[in-house]
């Protein structure tokens, strides 16, 4: 795949409030490109010198409000990485209605909502879909946060084709477990005991790094 340059694109990345999200901006602007950062609390960024942070629910608000937005304040779209996400844990006979609802519209249709939001401001640009390696070696005790990962894996690999004519990039990176805190943060259920994750800073590194170089795909064992 042709490589792609990185220098004076604006992106959007969701989730960038995070640990991972927050090094995928920072690495991206390493780059020379030109960053809007979102997430649920835009304080909580992991950057204390972030300027352009911009408060956004995906659970609750409006995704062409945001695509909008974005546009008038970096001046244009050309790309985007999903980085925001929620987890869930325990036996799926105890997950609440509740529980199930979240993890589907944070993971999985309100991602696709703003995917369909952006197209005709990113036509020649990118999005990056962040679903990780449950989407290849679905869990016990994690069934629906693995389904819905692995459903916007699935619809990420599909646009990939269906939007080749409008050339837009999509990329799908399904890294292994990474010391971000999320298990800590669950909405519901408590984390089994997990090995010790990857380098947050060596993740993010690597994920800007295919994008830059045309990747399509990225595989939790490509993170080795």
Request: net charge negative; proline share 6%.
């Amino acid at each position: 795949m042709p490589p792609i340059d990185l220098s004076g694109t604006r992106v959007l990345v969701l989730g960038g409030s995070g640990e991972l999200g927050t090094r995928i901006a920072g690495e991206l602007r390493s780059r020379g490109a030109s960053v809007l950062a979102t997430g649920r609390d835009a304080r909580r960024s992991g950057d204390p010198t972030e300027s352009n942070m911009l408060e956004y629910d995906l659970l609750v608000d409006d995704p062409a409000q945001l695509i909008e937005r974005t546009v008038e304040t970096l001046g244009g779209l050309d790309g985007v990485v999903n980085a925001a996400g929620v987890v869930a844990f325990g036996p799926f006979e105890t997950l609440s209605d509740d529980a199930l609802n979240e993890l589907v519209k944070t993971n999985f249709t309100a991602p696709l909502r703003l995917l369909r939001e952006a197209i005709p401001h990113i036509e020649g640009g990118f999005w990056v879909s962040i679903t990780g390696v449950v989407a290849e070696q679905p869990v016990g005790g994690m069934a629906a946060y693995s389904a819905v990962k692995a459903g916007l894996s699935a619809a990420t690999k599909a646009l990939a084709r269906e939007l080749r004519r409008k050339k837009i990039h999509l990329l799908d990176a399904r890294p292994p477990h990474t010391e971000t805190g999320l298990a800590t943060r669950s909405i519901e259920g408590s984390p089994p005991a997990l090995p010790t994750g990857l380098d947050p800073d060596r993740v993010a590194r690597r994920i800007v790094e295919a994008l830059a170089a045309g990747e399509r795909e990225l595989a939790s064992t490509q993170f080795a």
